[in-house]
């Protein structure tokens, strides 16, 4: 649940609008499958669609490969030779032939070429994960699947004296709903380009048949992003962007909030790559050699697969690498799919030249099992989430730890917030509590949202918001804009939100907001009131006598493989107990203090305790 699968959930079962690029296929098949009466939990139908999408497009993959294996001679570059003549053929023209000595396989060596290659892909490290989580890479390896293989046909199979040939025209209606899914889709375009050109050359007639393609692609395109306006002028609870007009539309299906992020810089280019070279043992393990033999074999025996295969590759790397995230790795999926067309190649050399050494074939297949074996076994634990059970924890244990129809004010966005979203909407898990994304605040679209889910919580401020939007125009517009007046105003709603519902609602701070925006003085809070540590979070106060909280009996289960998120988690947690901690010693509450403690020995024994609680760790173990 961490990071986006909590929102994506909730958008897919309420038909809501997704963060950009709005992923309208996604949406509307998710909630299509979400309808099924089947017996589970609506989070756990939702990642057991994604499953199914990742086994539909191995099985894809897999029917790939054996057409490109059952054709391989189309991938071949020809060189012509001369016949020679005899004698009696003295004085006429020599005759130019192809040279038809084709590099073949046998049918059952492309068969299990073609599955172990399937596998080999089905369980790289990312490509695997996607399974695992409710996320939009899920349908995209769908999709590409499906694209590939309807271009490998186009290629094979087209009639070149047609100007509209069937199999063109499906590969421009795969690749629309490719793009209604993901604009990592723009990747496959360079290698579809070289086998378009390869086999039609740039003629009037090819060009004409480009126009008929587009005459489909952008009708199906067009089509099924419509969903985005027509449901966000319906008002879903969940309405990110609210692309209502062209301007809202353009800005949230091309992700203009995140170009900032694109060829930010060549350091960030360089920080990427070597991230991905480092990574590629842990997608691969050993199973790297057969991709290098496959990738040799296919530039010899199959060189146009071979420079369509790479153009995918160096696409997908030279883009990836440009895009400044941390969470960069589903970006080069289509990558990992060019390496494993390679390993179909370089399994099916290793069977002909085990045939060729008289190694019986079922011995041949035991080795591929094995290294396959190695490498699902390398990459289990990294994509195992049978355990993972962290962030639903942390987000209702935080939810459980506020009274009723109190305010939580974060951006925690990867840790609680997205989750909240799927447990407060679908499964109505404290959804009297509101919580305030900081982050979005600065969105134009959020305060509609805001105002939609919580009426009223926005009418004390409403005049500084109308001047905030007025200002904000510009900025989103990409237009020149007021840079002091927009963080003086932002800063001015911040602030306005507790005084104008602090009687109303109690009021908690995330401590990422304390340890930053607060102690930088971007944040204030209203004259006359101060931060309580509460549990989770810290409460806003107008006194300093004594404020009770919930003792820490609640559990969270951590898996036992620390990555970054749970890491920082982990921070924020122990943080908050220690404050705590150190809040109940001030006030003289020492058995509290213990008890505060106590949990934070047994569930972060790695942590430093400040000296003054250290004593009452002695003083519990006597």
């Not at 990836?320 to 970006?331: E, F, K, M, R, T």
């Not at 569930?603 to 004593?615: C, E, G, H, K, T």
Request: charged fraction near 20%; glycine fraction near 4%.
């Amino acid at each position: 649940m961490e990071i986006d699968p909590g929102e994506l959930a909730a958008v897919q079962i309420t038909l809501g609008i997704a963060h950009p690029t709005g992923y309208p296929l996604f949406t509307l098949l998710g909630y299509l499958f979400s309808l099924l009466p089947l017996p589970f939990a609506k989070i756990f139908q939702m990642n057991l669609l994604a499953a199914i999408y990742c086994s539909i497009s191995i099985a894809i993959f897999t029917c790939s490969a054996k057409l490109v294996l059952d054709n391989i001679s189309h991938f071949q570059f020809f060189k012509a030779r001369k016949e020679k003549t005899s004698k009696k053929s003295k004085g006429k023209k020599e005759i130019e032939k192809p040279n038809v000595s084709v590099f073949q396989f046998s049918e059952p060596v492309k068969i299990i070429s073609s599955i172990i290659g399937g596998l080999f892909l089905a369980f790289s490290k990312t490509f695997w994960f996607q399974s695992t989580s409710v996320e939009v890479y899920s349908l995209h390896l769908l999709l590409i699947s499906i694209i590939i293989l309807t271009l490998l046909k186009a290629f094979l199979f087209t009639k070149q004296e047609k100007v509209i040939d069937k199999f063109w025209m499906i590969f421009a209606a795969a690749l629309a709903f490719g793009f209604t899914n993901h604009m990592t889709t723009l990747w496959i375009i360079p290698a579809a380009a070289f086998l378009y050109f390869l086999q039609n050359k740039l003629t009037a007639r090819s060009l004409k048949q480009i126009g008929f393609m587009l005459l489909l692609f952008f009708p199906v395109l067009i089509l099924i992003y419509l969903y985005l306006p027509i449901r966000a002028s319906q008002n879903p609870l969940l309405n990110w962007g609210n692309p209502i007009d062209w301007e809202r539309i353009i800005r949230h299906i091309s992700g203009r909030q995140y170009q900032v992020w694109l060829f930010s810089s060549t350091e960030a280019a360089s920080k990427q790559f070597k991230y991905f070279i480092n990574n590629l043992t842990n997608e691969y393990s050993i199973t790297l050699l057969i991709i290098l033999s496959g990738l040799i074999i296919s530039f010899i025996k199959a060189r146009k697969f071979f420079v369509f295969n790479i153009v995918i590759f160096l696409t997908t790397v030279l883009f990836s690498i440009n895009y400044d995230i941390n969470d960069i790795d589903s970006y080069f999926l289509l990558s990992y799919i060019s390496l494993a067309f390679f390993a179909v190649f370089g399994t099916a050399y290793f069977l002909l030249f085990a045939a060729d050494k008289k190694i019986n074939l079922h011995i041949s297949v035991i080795v591929l099992v094995l290294i396959l074996s190695f490498q699902t076994y390398s990459n289990f634990d990294s994509v195992d989430q049978s355990d993972s059970y962290t962030y639903e924890d942390y987000t209702k244990n935080l939810l459980n730890s506020v009274p009723n129809n109190s305010i939580i004010f974060s951006y925690q966005w990867d840790y609680f917030i997205s989750a909240s979203y799927y447990f407060q909407i679908v499964e109505k898990f404290r959804d009297d509590v509101i919580v305030i994304d900081k982050e979005l605040l600065r969105r134009s679209w959020y305060y509609k949202q805001l105002n939609t889910n919580y009426p009223g919580l926005l009418s004390g401020v409403s005049k500084d918001i109308e001047q905030f939007l007025d200002a904000l125009k510009p900025f989103e517009r990409e237009q020149n804009f007021n840079a002091n007046l927009l963080e003086s105003l932002f800063r001015k709603i911040m602030t306005g939100l507790v005084s104008t519902n602090i009687k109303k609602h109690d009021y908690f701070i995330a401590s990422e907001l304390v340890d930053g925006e607060m102690k930088r003085g971007e944040f204030q809070l209203p004259d006359g009131y101060t931060l309580v540590p509460h549990l989770f979070l810290f409460k806003v106060v107008d006194s300093n006598e004594y404020v009770e909280a919930p003792l820490p009996d609640y559990k969270i289960r951590f898996k036992n493989a620390d990555d970054k998120y749970q890491t920082a988690l982990k921070g924020f947690v122990s943080s908050m107990l220690i404050r705590r901690a150190l809040y109940e010693l001030q006030h003289q509450k020492t058995d509290r203090a213990e008890i505060y403690v106590k949990k934070i020995k047994d569930d972060f024994p790695d942590i430093i305790i400040p000296p003054q609680l250290s004593v009452l760790i002695e003083k519990s173990e006597k």
